[in-house]
């Protein structure tokens, strides 16, 4: 007998699968992402148990019946298509709660939900649960479509998808040999090693390609509240939207390191960062 699950959701990843079904990536409250089969949930008759569109970055109340075999690292939907969806779990009920409508008027904004909705996927095992995250998803969405907001809830939200994976690099420190704050060279930067996990003193080097960043990024980077905090105590100062965009290539160039896959939605930053 199929055991029914009931979360609240909000859907990462819309794949067709065939005519009348789809394969979708959703990220759930306390079981994490969760990829599904939607079986004919393109067809009219779909009305009794779906409310609304499954639309990227919709939020409601997902009722599914887990896979008995879940799908690997970094395949939490759109994989599995030449085994009939095996891996999958089946989508049961879909009770629409949010459209973003207002996110889905602001280009720049959809763009940056996309780009967070990827690095999500990426970085979460299915059906391992991130309630912290799940809540810092929800107030990103709320913040991306207010263009003051936008740029630094996006890399804030980068920032703790990276923190909750396990991956946040030790920026505070160096990682060589261990002064904190690391030591700049005449221009203020420090390398950034993201094999290594971290930063180093101008003079210090570790195993791997690294780069040069100003050493008031990485101070910043650090000090980045969550976008929670973010929502409930909107900052006064605007942010510094080249910077901004600095630190999210550098966060984004760290999850496709430990993912070793490429974002697609990184050709999206220049519409993000200075877009309306």
């Not at 697609?264 to 993000?272: V, W």
Request: charged fraction near 15%; glycine fraction near 12%; charge should be neutral.
């Amino acid at each position: 007998m199929a055991s029914y699950v009931t979360d609240d959701g909000i859907c990462l990843r819309v794949v067709d699968f065939s005519e009348t079904s789809q394969i979708v990536g959703v990220f759930t409250r306390r079981h994490g992402m969760v990829p599904l089969i939607a079986k004919g949930a393109k067809r009219q008759s779909m009305k009794n148990t779906m409310s609304g569109p499954l639309d990227l970055l919709t939020s409601g109340e997902v009722v599914f019946v887990p896979a008995k075999e879940p799908v690997g690292y970094g395949q939490a939907a759109g994989s599995g298509h030449g085994s009939g969806g095996a891996g999958l779990g089946t989508l049961a009920a879909w009770e629409l709660a949010d459209h973003r409508n207002a996110l889905r008027q602001n280009l720049a904004g959809l763009n940056a939900g996309m780009v967070c909705a990827e690095v999500t996927a990426h970085l979460l095992q299915p059906m391992d649960p991130h309630e912290e995250l799940f809540a810092a998803l929800e107030s990103t969405l709320t913040l991306l479509p207010v263009p003051s907001q936008r740029a630094r809830a996006a890399v804030a939200y980068v920032k703790a998808a990276l923190v909750a994976a396990g991956y946040w690099p030790q920026l505070a420190a160096c990682m060589a040999c261990g002064s904190g704050p690391p030591r700049a060279n005449g221009e203020g930067q420090v390398r950034f090693c993201g094999r290594a996990g971290g930063v180093t003193c101008a003079a210090c080097r570790v195993e791997g390609t690294s780069v040069w960043v100003p050493a008031v990024l990485a101070v910043a980077l650090e000090r980045l509240p969550s976008p929670m905090v973010l929502k409930a105590n909107p900052p006064e100062k605007a942010a510094d939207e080249g910077a901004l965009l600095l630190a999210m290539n550098l966060l984004l160039g760290q999850v496709e390191m430990i993912t070793d896959k490429a974002l697609r939605t990184r050709f999206l930053l220049g519409s993000i960062f200075g877009g309306r």
